[in-house]
């Protein structure tokens, strides 16, 4: 009897499951087709940057600018009001592809040709931490698992010696905590690994004892093992030390970028103090693809404005946050390509929901759920594509609506995994990613 | 031939072709996806790949008016007028297609697509009388027991049972299967001199000196606590907190340790409020707060959006919350499915799941005071008392006047649960508020006074929530119980919400689930997995009991004591069954690999608490202190680097030495330690932990600063031993508080090797011991019970 991977973490006492499990995932039924990608880096901007500020143009707000919106508004979390407010960027056309970015992004707007726009998101959830748990698990309580913890249940790792889902701290954790990159009710090892910045990089990482004490230990160690009786948990349990042990040496080198070159670190702007910190972890997420770790993920750094959630003051809040990821994430998009990794890795980047094109006070946005978008790059996906719109004032989205579990559909897919059959039995139903929603996006998919 | 087509191709074929020609093709390429094929997987209930789906008409109603297309749904869905029914949901059709759309229909809708609509499924009775956990618990048979019906199933296979275990291992797997902790070394050699002595009297005593201990409570209080999703923080973006949410917890360990009876204890968890003669139970007169109707309280432990959009929804979650919890936890139902259609499998339909809902509708949360007030205090904490409450009061004021008048009381209460949470208006700062009522409460340990708990609000049945949907009402649900559990009708239902009837539902004789889940629970906790493997699921996708007659002799037990829980534990530890060996025979192991059997003990890893809690105990640092409020986790340096917004205070690292129940459990912020070891996410209702094995647990266990605090904490003591004796009672001490066993010689010879090796970086005898501390802990058999 074949065990199906649930059958197979039990018996085994679940978790160290991802090592093991390279050898059950090939030619498994959730296999849909030849993998366009094998990794996926997602870029979280969290807090809502605005869909007509960024990336889709409304004309109609600045000739309508201070009107009221020739529609209901929905309800908002602060009510605001139903005032169109313009935009305070200037859009332009760049690329072949033709696609508009504002001046928000100079360095970004060069690689228009490697972009898929998505700009018809929507899912209807309009607070952060539950849009932040929509966005990672496709429901908005805590508790599901994240989209990294069903990829890398469903693919294993490449790297043994790394955890396969990992995140990485850039300095703020996002609305509602770690809930959006945890594994659920998925074993807890398939959750994501934080990396956090500073001298302790992964929580108990830091070796308590010299190289030499903590050797003598595991000789120790394995030495009661072995005059232990056997049991499978016994064996599982060793297994781990050594992993761990590994771990402590290779995760430091991962994280250590002063052997990359000069001009990778001027690439990642790691000389403009303004994006040095997000540049860093960009970097460091190359370097995490590069040896194989599944899925990478990065929040929106801190900086002097809040993230990308301008109640007021849109201006200088979504100026601070795009000068902080604008350079960074054009150098890890080069530096992808130029090493050959692009095709094989998912860039995807995006927030919980964008913003109104109605005000909220003078200057500022209200969440809105309705209409928003994210865009990806590499990784087997349709470049220089703009998928869908919004209405003419940016409000809702019309043209081609993508629904999160869509796009967690397509992100799925273009893994290899039929987001139908990735599955997991938990308290009396199967469950997915997509819960009974979802279809693969096929339009922004490389033909 | 239908008459209908007949008629349509005398009448006008040209029509026909309008049809295959402009609306066919359409409706396949961008319709049947969603709205073909099964009617209970078509979306809105609405089929469109025959005459009769658009016919019949889907969730919203008929789909198509002959003749009319402007009063034709369709036509409105298509047109995009309505925000909420826009189709196809992608995009919408271009104008030309939609005006076909509307001269078919005006031309009457001609449309040759026969074919039945397949019928639900759906029969319930059929369901319940083929599903085993649905059928009454079995009478007696003459000269059952425990062990009468584990043999009988090991002689159905010809296999044997393994033998008795070794008293010390016996002894370990009962303190942790009680208590949670290891045997202390006394402990460990007091039983082994009874045991030499009269082995069944020694085990009799210790079951009942152990049963009798407060340890007790603090290690069976935690898989309760899972169960009903147990937090003292609300998640989401500001994870705000509940106070004195651990009152709840304290109700729990004191209802263990005084053997609340089982079916008295579901009834306070449903309707406490609502009992009028409250029963008191010396725990709780002694402490002076805990009351039936602290129970209710866990009804209210969910999730909490924070400025919610839409206050109907976030209602909704709310008491589908409760269903879930109340199905799970008590009847191992899950009916989450049958919020938006019948369940797929078992026998609830969507129907009961809105008569259950209707029993929480017509439930809200209040308060209630608990406890006399303060009598008995000393002239000086009186006027203390006094003090706190005048500021307090003054603080509440302060805050009234600041209130802005823009802010509705509506808002007000959306932003700040907290208002509603203490029955007083305190939005703003409500971290001085809490500590304001810490203070409060050092005075006077049985303040506040209060708790909370469930009201009775209105007397309201609930609407069918068609698909779920709760902008989508359906017709109104009397409320009832379950319609395989005989569909009682709630008598008077004007009277009240009803839940004291529900909760006498709950436990009604005649209901075989109960008493069968939580039997099956007991179970679990002494032997690691329950006879029914999925513990909160007896349905069609659990997994059937592998010794029916023996869970229904348990259930019977359970009845026939009164549903004390102490008892049946008691009865379950005197079994040969729970005192076997766990080394399997090796038949055993070829025909009963996953041991269901049960001819043999399994082993088991311990639980985050149960590492944490042996951890702290054989270090010595203990604080065996009971109830009260919560310690702050530690929160690591790492986390705080950039000094995040939303990082909790940080507590003690080895949180004061008390026991991990005692440590405060927060949505965003689990304990890293424990949290490393399976502790449950507590957003859902848990019945069974995941077990996994992870570098992270062993990178926890060789460089947690908590491992490390702790054994420096033990060397000095070790340290001291060696001084007064010598090394190697010192290394025998080690290992018997440790594994509950002494170094065998290999072992011994492993350790002079370590020493040898380690002989430049032990500068002291602490150095030394703290080495083997931290040495003893990573010994592979440490977090295992066998």
Known sequence: MRLTRQQFLQSSLGGFGALALQGICAGDATRVKETAATSVIYLYMEGGPSQVDTFEPKPRLEKEHGKPLPFDKPATVFNSSNKIMASPFKFSRYGESGGWASELFP??????????????????????????????????????????????????????????????????????????????????????????????????????????????????????????????????????????????????????????????????????????????????????????VRFVELFSPRVKADRWDQHSKLKEGHINNAVAVDQPIAGLLQDLKQRGLLEKTLVLWGGEFGRTPSSQGSNGRDHNPFGYTVFMAGGGMRAGYRHGSTDEFGYYAEQDKVHLHDLHATILYQLGINHEQLTYRYAGRDYRLTDVYGRVVTDIIQS | MSPCLGKAQETDAGKLDFFENKIRPILVEHCYECHSGDQDEAMGGLLLDSRTGWQRGGDSGVAIEVGDPHKSLLIHALKYSDRDLQMPPESKLPDAVIRDFKSWIREGAIDPRDGELSQSGFDLQARRDSHWSWQPVRAADRGESIDYWIQRKLDEKQMHASQEAQPALLLRRLKFSLHGLPPTPQELQRFLREHQIDPDRAWESTVDRLLASPRLGEHWATMWLDLVRYSETKGHVTDQERPFAWKYRDYVIDAFNDDVPYDQFVVEHLAGDLLSDTTTYPARIQRGTLR?????????????????????????????????????????????????????????????????????????????????????????????????????????????????????????????????????????????????????????????????????????????????????????????????????????????????????????????????????????????????????????LGTPP??????????????????????????????????????????????????????????RRMTAEQIRDSLVLTAGRLDSQMAGSSVDCFVPSYATANKPSNIPNSGPLDGNGRRSVYLKVRRNFYDPFLKKFDFPDRGKSNGQRNVTQDPGQ??????????????????????????????????HNLWLSSLSRGPTVAETEVIQLLLHDLSTSQKSLEDKWMHLAHLIWNHPEFIWIE
């Open chain 1, 107 to 292: 360095h970004l707007s060069g690689c228009m040709d490697d972009l898929t726009f998505i700009h018809s998101m929507h899912h209807g959830v309009s607070n952060h931490s539950a849009g932040c748990y929509m966005s990672h698990t496709g429901d908005p309580m805590a508790g599901r698992p994240s989209i990294g913890s069903w990829v890398t249940y469903g693919l294993g790792t490449e790297n043994d010696n790394v955890p396969g889902f990992v995140v990485l701290d850039c300095g703020q954790s996002p609305s509602g905590g770690a809930a959006s990159w945890s594994s659920g009710f998925l074993p807890s090892s398939f959750s994501g690994a934080k990396f956090h910045d500073g001298a302790v990089p992964v929580e108990f990482l830091s070796p308590a004892d010299s190289p030499q004490v903590q050797n003598a230990k595991l000789r120790a160690i394995r030495s009661f093992a072995r005059l232990s009786s056997p049991h499978s948990g016994l064996e599982s349990q060793i297994r781990s030390y050594e992993k761990a042990a590994r771990m402590q040496n290779s995760v430091p080198d991962l994280l250590d970028i002063s052997r990359e070159t000069k001009s990778i670190h001027r690439l990642y702007g790691l000389d403009d103090p303004r994006c040095r910190k997000f540049g860093s972890r960009c970097l460091i997420a190359r370097k995490l693809v590069e040896s194989g």
């Open chain 2, 292 to 540: 039936s109707a602290t129970a209710t309280g866990s009804l209210f432990m969910h999730e909490m959006h924070f400025m919610s959009v839409d206050p109907v929804k976030q209602r909704w979650d709310e008491i589908n919350a409760q269903v879930d919890v109340a199905g799970k936890a008590f009847l191992g139902i899950t009916t989450e499915c049958a919020r938006c259609h019948d369940h797929k499998f078992d026998a609830i339909s969507q129907a009961d799941y809105y008569a259950l809902a209707g029993f929480f509708l017509s439930t809200e949360q209040g308060t209630k005071r608990v406890a006399p007030r303060r009598a008995e205090l000393d002239d000086e904490s009186k006027s203390e008392l006094k003090k706190q409450e005048t500021a307090y009061k003054n603080f509440l004021e302060q805050k009234r006047k600041g209130r802005r008048a823009a802010q509705s009381p509506k808002t007000n209460q959306e932003y700040f649960p907290i208002s509603d949470e203490l029955g007083i208006q305190a939005p703003g700062d409500t971290q001085k508020l809490f500590a304001m009522m810490g203070k409060l409460s050092e005075v006077d340990p049985s303040w506040p006074a209060w708790v909370r708990t469930a009201q009775d609000a209105t007397t309201q049945n609930a609407n069918l929530l068609i698909r779920g949907e709760v902008g989508k009402p359906g017709e109104v649900i009397p409320r009832r119980f379950l319609e395989a559990l005989g569909s009682k009708p709630l008598p008077n239902p004007g009277e009240s919400s009803g839940r004291l009837w529900l909760a006498e539902q709950f436990v009604a004789p005649d209901n075989p689930l109960t008493a069968r889940v939580w039997a099956n629970r007991i179970w679990q906790q002494l032997f690691g997995s329950g006879l029914v493997p999925t513990p909160s699921n007896f349905g069609q």
């Open chain 2, 698 to 731: 062993a990178l926890a266990m060789l460089n947690s600063p908590l491992v490390l605090e702790l054994a420096k904490h033990w060397a000095v003591s070790l340290a001291e031993c060696e001084a007064a004796s010598t090394f190697e009672e010192t290394l």
């Open chain 2, 546 to 603: 592998s010794h029916p007659e023996l869970l229904d002799y348990l259930a019977r037990r359970l009845r026939q004591n009164d549903y004390s829980t102490k008892l049946l534990i008691r009865e379950v530890l005197m079994s040969d069954a729970f005192r076997r060996s766990s080394v399997a025979s090796l038949p055993a192991i070829e025909r009963d690999p996953e041991n269901q059997l049960l001819s043999h003990y399994s082993k």
